[in-house]
């Protein structure tokens, strides 16, 4: 159930049953062969995923994040890290004013993983204020997924390639791990990733994908029972 597809009535009378919510957070960036948006396609596909389950709201989700190293593959764009802070923190204070309490952070990009402190800060202002945070992607069930099938976990490979996140045809066989040293920019990036994959399998078998899919979805439907 997503907030888009309400009136603010509907919320309201949400509001007298339930106080979660489920906030999704992503970029728009290069994804190599796959969707620009695949960090918030992600996310959001778990979050309505878990909303089907257990009826929680969905919040509309944040598209833009933090993504500087990647300017210049075109199609990316980025905050500044003080504005995608300051956006969060926003969206935070306006859920609790209306009276969400318990809310969970569905990230889908490691980019935005410096909003947490921030979070932390807010969630010691406002009293009855509880928040998770889920990057399904550094979960140790997409870990032991991917060890259990011989795969490496790496940006734009198989893990990420998810029906609903390809969006052209997939090269065969494994990319070479791209090993770099100290921080990059954007243009050292492109240099040194080439099509923007960072190594691994392009894309795994459909079987995989389901279980993975899975795997993360029993951590959210977890991370929600608080």
């Known amino acids: 159930m997503r907030i888009e597809d309400l009136n603010w009535m509907d919320v309201e009378q949400y509001l007298k049953q339930d106080d979660r919510l489920i906030v999704v957070l992503g970029t728009i960036e290069q994804h190599g ?12 596909a778990l979050a309505d995923a878990a909303s089907q389950r257990t009826g929680v709201l969905v919040a509309p989700p944040v598209n833009y994040g933090v993504s500087p190293y990647f ?3 075109p199609g990316t764009f980025s905050l500044r890290l003080s504005t995608f802070i300051d956006t969060v923190e926003d969206i935070i204070h306006s859920a609790y004013r209306h009276g969400f309490r318990r809310i969970l952070l569905l990230n889908g990009h490691g980019g935005n993983d410096a909003a947490r402190g921030r979070l932390v800060e807010v969630a010691n202002e406002l009293p009855g ?3 998770a945070w ?4 550094t979960a140790h069930s997409v870990e032991e997924v991917a060890r259990k099938h011989g795969l490496e976990r790496e940006h734009a ?9 390809r969006v052209a045809d997939l090269p065969e066989g494994v990319k070479p791990e791209v090993k770099v040293k100290g921080l990059l920019n ?7 990733y080439g099509d923007g994959v960072f190594g691994g399998a392009y894309l795994a078998a459909p079987e995989v994908m389901d279980e993975l899919f899975a795997a993360c979805l029993v951590d959210v439907l977890y991370l929600l029972e608080f």
């Open 33 to 44: 062969y796959l969707s620009l948006a695949t960090d918030v396609k992600v996310p959001l």
């Open 129 to 131: 204020l509880k928040l």
């Open 71 to 73: 300017a210049t593959y």
């Open 157 to 165: 490979s198989w893990m990420e390639a998810f029906p609903f996140t």
């Open 134 to 137: 889920y990057a399904w992607w």
């Open 186 to 192: 954007a243009e050292e990036t492109r240099a040194a």
